[in-house]
């Protein structure tokens, strides 16, 4: 078969999704001189919808944002990073008596630099720096055909593009994914989660004891109901570090925050999903409140001051086995092949590790080193490997943590 090489032309390469996976995997392949790129992203602009929670970063997450993004961009994700906590992990009951705190070796030791923890969206928009003439916005991909000249991608506009690869990197419900595996799914735990934020500040006034304040908490209450707490404390405020260093970026104004998960299986909640998911911000907020009447009241005062616009209804899932595909000029990469639940913190840190995997594969391809089909077949060798190690060790801390999730126990003894 001719490659674009053969034809005297770039590999064009259409990445649909431009969130945590599909913008590393832009900047890495930008930054090793790969040009023929383009992201669309359905979001009409750069600051989306909000989802502005908190991601824990892991050390394999960190070294493959390093990998991908330039210098600059790199200082910034360092700058509006989260402040160093000295107290890690501690876990509670829900009349705020200590149950035990684990201590974790993190192979980063104390490094100054170190990026532990960052916000989404400041996440998104660092990742966006230096992308204007890649990324374009207001772009729903509905699905993709295989033609003579490479594969086709068609848009809700009545728009299409021809690359030769098309990444799917557009999320659980990816619908490239769906055409691609059409019978692979991620399976409902029958976990329920109220995502919510509550300004630092607000929290602070409402009671939240200082020796709880730079801690990840978690607390179990004896109804099933379990709550997770996280301080984003910017090491700089987000935009004050943009204008800083990469003038012109625009970041919003953030403050600090608390993030706050609220998990509990649906039987025990005992709402259908057709009312849970309909719920506003205020009426989650409020069912919280109900829920915790006999919690600690340093610790209901969190919830009570958390922003109803930036507090959602969630339903965990997860795709175990992770399932090998034939490699083609189709290409998947982070939740659109492998969900996970949040209890692990390392979705986003599979879907950056999976950007830069990748990025090095394309990139050997586009320098005539490695054929496409041998490019891909070891990129997926490896990243089933290491979703599927990543999922399973999620499902484990949803099982211990939350008691009762929905899963195949065939799957979690494989770990
Ligand atoms: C509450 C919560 C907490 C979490 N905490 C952590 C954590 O601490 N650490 C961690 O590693 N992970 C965490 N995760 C998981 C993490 O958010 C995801 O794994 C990660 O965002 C996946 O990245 P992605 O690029 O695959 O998908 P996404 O970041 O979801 O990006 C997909 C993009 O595709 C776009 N898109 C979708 N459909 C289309 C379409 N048809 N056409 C065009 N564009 C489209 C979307 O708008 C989006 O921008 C958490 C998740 C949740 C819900």
Known sequence: METPRDQGRPMRIIIIGGGIGGLCLAQG????GVDDIVVYERDESPRGRMQGYR????????????????????DLLTATSNKRQEEGLAAYDERLNQQWAPQFDDPRGDAPDKVDAVDRVTLRRVLLAGLDDVVRFGKRFTHYEQAEGGVVAHFADGHSDTGDVLVAADGANSQVRAQLLPDYSAQDLGVRAILS??????????GLPEVLRD????????????????????????????????????????????MSVFSVHRDVLGLPDSSFFAMTGEELRELVLERTADWHPDLRGVFAHAEPEETYPLALRATMPVEPWAPGSVIPLGDAVHTMPP?????????????????????????????????????????????????????????????????NEKNLSQA
């Open 29 to 32: 392949l930008k930054q090793a």
């Open 55 to 74: 991601l824990r970063i892991s050390p394999e997450g960190e070294r493959a944002l390093r990998e991908c993004l330039p210098r600059l961009a790199q």
């Open 343 to 407: 209890t692990g913190g390392v979705g986003a840190n599979t879907a950056l590790r999976d950007a830069a995997a990748l990025s090095h594969a394309l990139t050997a391809v586009t320098r005539g080193e490695r054929s496409l089909l041998d490019a891909v077949g070891e990129y997926q060798a490896e990243m089933v490997k290491y979703a599927t190690e990543a999922t399973e060790m999620s499902l484990k801390i949803a099982k211990w943590s939350m008691r009762k999730i929905d899963v």
């Open 215 to 258: 801690r990840f908490l978690n607390v179990t209450g004896s109804n099933g109901l379990r709550l997770a707490l996280m301080p984003m404390v910017f090491r700089t405020p987000p935009r004050e570090a943009a204008d800083r260093l990469w003038p012109g970026l625009g970041f919003d104004e953030t403050e600090d925050y608390y």
């Open 197 to 206: 934020r509550t300004p630092r500040a607000s929290a602070i006034e409402a």
